[in-house]
């Protein structure tokens, strides 16, 4: 799906969530909220904000102390500037698609570029929203020379280049530290009583996590996943 088209299509589950979780008590009722979502038009649900001075998504998620935000390609963001504006003026967090992954950041063994990254860090900087960095570890989008699970060597020289660079930066405010750990199916995973993925055992995320924490323990840490009630 496009990006935009992505974006103005989850304006209204988002709002729905947002304005129940504030307004529930409110002159409307639930069942007014589920019909704004499935039926009625931008304008219906525009003037209910206007009513209570709401004029984008991320001011409704802070009226509940939430962020909202959306992925954000580093080329489209350059290349598209009235999607850049849009995601800009709605998300007060960003997540990069790209930028992070092992097969951008260090292609070939020692060899870093961090292009995408200080890219997507800039642009958050500048529109004042947080960035969550995608992702140090994980299965696919690695190089061919990196085994999976990466040495825990390897991890540490990775992790002291990747994170020790934005150390101090307080737009990125999260890392995903290891990215679909849980295997796709029981067939793929190590151990069924976990689920994760073969070759890696639960000690493995936690020195995996030790390794980050040493490094920089001032940010979030996620263990980004999806799918896992389909696993062992």
């Not at 209910?48 to 998620?61: E, F, G, R, S, V």
């Not at 951008?104 to 200080?118: E, M």
């Not at 540490?156 to 295997?183: K, P």
């Not at 190590?190 to 323990?217: H, M, N, T, W």
């Amino acid at each position: 799906m496009d990006r935009r088209k992505f974006l103005t299509t989850a304006t209204c589950a988002s709002l729905t969530s947002l304005i129940a979780s504030k307004y529930f008590n409110s002159s409307f009722s639930a069942q007014d909220i589920d019909t704004m979502s499935l039926g009625s038009s931008f304008s219906d649900i525009g003037n209910l904000l206007k009513q209570n001075k709401i004029n984008t998504l991320k001011d409704a998620a802070r009226s509940v102390n939430k962020f909202y935000g959306t992925s954000i390609s580093e080329t489209i963001i350059e290349q598209d500037k009235t999607y850049a504006a849009l995601v800009a003026r709605e998300c007060s967090i960003a997540v990069t698609e790209g930028a992070f992954k092992w097969i951008v950041i260090q292609p070939l063994p020692g060899q870093f570029n961090f292009a995408l990254a200080d890219k997507a860090i800039n642009f958050c900087a500048r529109n004042n929203m947080k960035l969550r960095a995608h992702t140090l570890l994980w299965h696919m989008a690695r190089p061919s020379w990196l085994p999976y699970p990466a040495s825990l060597a390897d991890v540490q020289r990775h992790f002291n280049a990747v994170m020790g660079r934005y150390r101090n930066n307080t737009t990125l405010y999260s890392w995903d530290i290891v990215n679909e750990v849980i295997a796709d199916s029981p067939a793929e995973a190590e151990d069924q009583v976990y689920g994760l993925r073969k070759g890696v055992k639960p000690e493995y995320i936690r020195d995996v996590f030790q390794i980050a924490q040493s490094i920089d323990s001032s940010k979030e840490f996620v263990i980004n996943d999806y799918g896992c009630e389909d696993a062992g």
